[in-house]
């Protein structure tokens, strides 16, 4: 008999799942955090992200301004700065919901 013989043998041996079916279940209780805390953390990121998406619109609003600013003046180089800066305005608008969807869904699974 090998070695895999005899643990299949014991895995299906009815008397060990009798004695395992009568062993006392121990509760495991959900991770969970305190009402308290779980509303103040709730809203320090929210108003976080809210204030990091209220930067991203004025930084793309000043960027399209700086777009009609260079365009009108001919100057290319404030017009260059003012994509650029709309550009990186919704790229950090983007990482900002991104980020605060996944701390919160990480968040959600950890309670």
Not at 83 to 102: D, Y
Request: glycine share 10%; proline share 5%.
């Amino acid at each position: 008999m090998t070695l895999m013989d005899a643990v299949h043998t014991l895995a299906t041996d009815p008397g060990l799942q009798v004695l395992a079916a009568d062993l006392p279940i121990v509760p495991k209780p959900a991770p969970a955090l305190p009402a308290a805390v779980n509303s103040q953390v709730q809203t320090v990121l929210n108003w976080t992200a809210g204030f990091g998406l209220a930067a991203a619109v004025i930084g793309g609003l000043t960027g399209w301004l700086l777009v009609a600013v260079g365009h009108n003046t001919e100057r290319a180089q404030l017009a260059a700065r003012g994509k650029q800066s709309v550009l990186w305005s919704l790229c950090g608008a983007g990482g900002i919901g991104l980020t605060s969807s996944l701390v919160l869904a990480v968040y959600n699974m950890s309670i």
